[in-house]
């Protein structure tokens, strides 16, 4: 998906995009990828099924506010799976978000999802308790915001960090990491939210306008170390804005890209990750929206395997049940999927389990520590930053 196929309902006209909509062949390919199809077995809670309701909606056989309607909107983890094995191209996801802003519309919203959004208007406030829990120190400093417009050229930043409003009071240790890594990454000051947020809960233009605001306040490449907000900007700004961090760890600063339109390398090598002395053993749960709606896992496979014994998951590609606000709102759907992914982790008998995106490394560390596993919960750039120190000089 590019930055301009994007398309938010109009809220005058027909709730779905029709072209989005006509997509869908109900082959049923998409019914074995979905998580709480796989836990119900019922239609109705398959994407095939949720289209369906879709389209009865669309076509005024179902009450907009039918119950059904309610509970397979939120019910949806928005995870994507269905996408990738999907012969049509149906973009799900954006579906999705046509349905919640319809279904969620002013005091439809969830209340805790309305919080939350809410809180992220508080840009200062993330600034301060991010410099309170120590980020990277040039969060701190002035970056200039190019003009409006005008792309980054001589004397500005090819490349920017991209914070994250709650990742800066949750786990301001992962931009440290990011920093340790690529250190000539800029990080501009008063960053706000992506707006990723808000385009999941029932309020798609409130998240596109945060995004196209984020991308005039960081220049150049964004580099971003949350696979769901990786997922909507590019969706919003276009691919080429926008790097997850294993990306650019991976292969930035591609040998055939032109001088001026280099990304910035990692400035150490990665050693190995050794745990009482052999070597570590790691695994990846993915980000769904990484994965499901950019396409990006084997990156931080390759990366993770340069530095421990890589174990794949079985179900590391199915979600985690974090989902975004998903574990909030629907705490009980969430633990039970999370509690299949525990056992599972414990199994492999690995030292790490790695994360890509910070909602998901919330859900994991929440899930060992109520199992009491050994196993620690990380974020990919913390454990690379953990290797970099490691190499040998």
């Not at 209340?111 to 410099?131: D, K, N, Q, W, Y």
């Not at 990491?177 to 690529?182: M, N």
């Not at 890209?257 to 280099?262: F, I, L, Y």
Request: net charge positive; glycine share 10%.
């Amino acid at each position: 998906m590019n930055g301009t196929s994007r398309k938010a309902a109009d809220p005058t006209g027909p709730v779905f995009d029709p072209d989005l909509l006509s997509r869908c062949i109900s082959c049923g390919f998409c019914l074995p990828a979905c998580p709480t199809y796989a836990a119900t077995g019922d239609e109705a809670s398959s994407p095939r099924g949720r289209i369906n309701l879709m389209r009865a909606l669309q076509d005024g056989d179902l009450d907009p506010y039918d119950p059904t309607l309610t509970e397979q909107a939120s019910q949806c983890l928005g995870c994507r799976a269905c996408e990738p094995v999907c012969p049509a191209g149906v973009e799900y996801g954006q579906l999705l978000e046509q349905w919640r802003d319809h279904q969620w519309k002013g005091r439809r919203q969830p209340l805790l999802a309305r919080s939350l959004m809410l809180v992220t208007r508080l840009r200062e406030a993330f600034r301060l308790a991010g410099a309170v829990r120590r980020l990277p120190g040039a969060v701190l400093r002035k970056v200039r915001r190019p003009s409006p417009g005008v792309a980054a050229g001589a004397g500005a930043p090819e490349a920017s960090l991209m914070l994250g409003c709650f990742e800066q009071v949750l786990f301001p240790e992962v931009s440290r990491a990011a920093r340790q890594l690529v250190p000539n990454l800029a990080v501009p000051t008063g960053q706000g939210c992506c707006g990723a947020l808000h385009a999941h809960n029932g309020d798609t233009a409130a998240g596109e306008r945060l995004a196209h605001r984020l991308g005039a306040d960081l220049p150049g490449t964004i580099v971003t170390t949350s696979g769901g907000c990786a997922a909507h900007l590019a969706s919003v700004l276009g691919r080429d804005r926008v790097k997850e961090i294993s990306e650019l760890l991976a292969d930035g600063g591609a040998a055939e890209d032109p001088p001026g339109n280099r990304l910035p390398l990692p400035s150490k090598e990665l050693g190995e990750l050794r745990v009482d002395g052999r070597q570590a053993r790691v695994t990846l749960q993915d980000s769904c929206h990484l994965r499901n709606g950019l396409g990006v896992w084997k990156e931080p496979r390759a990366l993770l395997d340069r530095v421990a014994d890589y174990v794949e998951l079985p179900s590391a590609a199915g979600c985690c049940g974090a989902a975004g606000t998903y574990s909030l709102l629907r705490p009980r759907e969430s633990r039970r999927i999370l509690d299949a992914k525990v056992r599972e982790i414990e199994a492999a008998g690995v030292d790490y389990v790695v994360a890509v995106n910070p909602g998901c490394l919330r859900q994991l560390r929440t899930g060992l520590r109520r199992s009491r596993s050994r196993v620690k919960a990380v974020h990919i750039a913390e454990l690379l930053a953990r290797a970099s120190q490691d190499a040998p000089h």
